[in-house]
């Protein structure tokens, strides 16, 4: 694939984040930076000036369906969409009339669609069957002996058993970024949003979806930022070989790199620790600055742990991913 080829799948998957012009200006700005960093990782593609493009409405959705060729190239540019304008877990009136007039214009294969389609679902009705919605608080629980340590002690073996499955999440979602499927992104901010949930409710505090989302955004973590990094990275990697006409269905060799949703999640883990031991009175400057502080020692955790994220992925399939976000 071509850098014309990848920038019109690139711009397809940027409209689709504008389209409910109801972006944050935080989010705005995370989206800016993603595009002036993967256009200088891929060598000078432009993308700094197609976010620009895009933003101030200089690039037609017209123009960027123009640019696909092949059935496949077509196929990834509405996945991506799609994934893109269901970041942050709904889909407005104006994504939904978007991506239905992308999906006209792309006369998409009607069972490659429709299959993609029930991926998606199942991943969501996965989320929404692990994680409450209703917004409920109760006591930590006493019934384990345990309890009956001191408070030191108590403390502290909690916070290891969260580290630990802090450490599993980060683990599994950079895994997860190192494959090729398109399922395989999707699953990184459900899988974000039940490690949130059961950090909170290991302190007594049980939260609803949309309650973990805006927790997740306060910090600066951009939900749709978040899908447009884990896709550029992909493609600009020579990662997604759907692109080419042919679905890669083995860990590519681009992703011998880093994987960068090991240390989104991990810092993203630790900052909810911190926040709902202290009572969930950090502000949201404190919250931007302690994760930020977080992510670069997450950064240099990854590299560590880079052998095992590799070794995990080779392992991974949909009915596994699925299970664990429903948490069996």
Known sequence: ??????KAILSVALLAAFAD?????????????LADTLGHESGGAGLAQLYQ???LQRVALADAVAGLNGPGQRQLAYEMAVC?????GRQSPAEATFLADLKAR???????????????????????????????????????????????????ALDADLDKSILKYAMLNGALELL?????????????????????????????????????????????SQYL????????????????GRTVGRLGGAATGMAFSFATTYALGQVAKRYYAGGRVMSTA????????????????QAQYLPQIQQKAQTLDAAQVLAMVRGA
């Open 84 to 88: 893109v304008c269901d970041a942050d």
């Open 229 to 244: 990094e884990q896709f550029g990275r992909k493609l600009l990697g020579g990662l997604l070989g759907k692109a080419a």
């Open 106 to 156: 792309l006369k998409l294969d009607a069972g490659e669609a429709q299959a993609f389609e029930a991926e998606e679902h199942a991943l969501l009705s996965a989320t929404d069957a692990a994680v409450p919605v209703v917004v409920q608080t109760a006591p930590a629980a006493t019934s384990t002996p345990l309890a009956q340590a001191p408070v030191q002690q108590v403390q502290a």
């Open 1 to 6: 694939m071509n850098t014309q080829e990848q």
């Open 21 to 33: 012009g109801h972006k944050a200006d935080t989010e705005r700005e995370a989206i800016r930076r």
């Open 286 to 301: 404190l919250l931007r600055e302690t994760f930020q502080g977080l992510l670069g020692p997450a950064k240099q955790m």
């Open 180 to 224: 090729p499927q398109s399922w395989a992104s999707m699953a990184i901010i459900p899988l974000q949003v039940k490690m949130v949930y059961g950090i909170g409710k290991a302190h007594g505090v049980e939260l609803d979806q949309g309650h973990i989302r805006e927790f997740i955004a306060a910090v600066g973590v951009g939900l749709t």
């Open 53 to 55: 493009d895009v933003l």
